[in-house]
Nanobody, 125 residues
Framework: QVQLVESGGGLVQTGGSLRLSCAAS????????MGWFRQAPGKEREFVTA????????YSAVFVKGRFTISKTNAQNTVYLQMNSLKPEDTAVYYC??????????????????WGQGTQVTVSS
């Protein structure tokens, strides 16, 4: 059974940084694109950023460009989300997800077959 386990969430002040990790088990990691989504209270889950299967290309939502960076280590079956210059509006549960998408960088939720349980990120003002 495929498992994605996120870690690294927590409470941080405005302008601070956090690094989220997502470890995958029972998954041929190098065959999957990986994405990060987030869901704030009362809102829909939204796309944040994603990386293709090889780790050579990324795509991010406009609201995080220049602040968040996704990276992937196939040898360690891990994807990371480095978040800098955090704002209170970044407060949400962050989810990692895996998509079978050779060569592509999916941005839509239905494209992702596997999801982690989420990790809370809270940015205080």
């Amino acid at each position: 059974q495929v498992q994605l386990v996120e870690s690294g969430g927590g409470l941080v002040q405005t302008g601070g940084s956090l690094r989220l990790s997502c470890a995958a088990s029972t998954l041929t990691f190098s065959n999957y694109a990986m994405g990060w989504f987030r869901q704030a209270p009362g809102k829909e889950r939204e796309f944040v950023t994603a990386i293709n299967w090889s780790g050579s290309r990324t795509y991010s939502a406009v609201f995080v460009k220049g602040r968040f960076t996704i990276s992937k280590t196939n040898a360690q079956n891990t994807v990371y989300l480095q978040m800098n210059s955090l704002k209170p509006e970044d407060t949400a549960v962050y989810y990692c997800a895996a998509a079978w998408a050779p060569g592509a960088i999916p941005t839509m939720r239905p494209s992702y077959q596997y999801w982690g349980q989420g990790t809370q990120v809270t940015v205080s003002s």
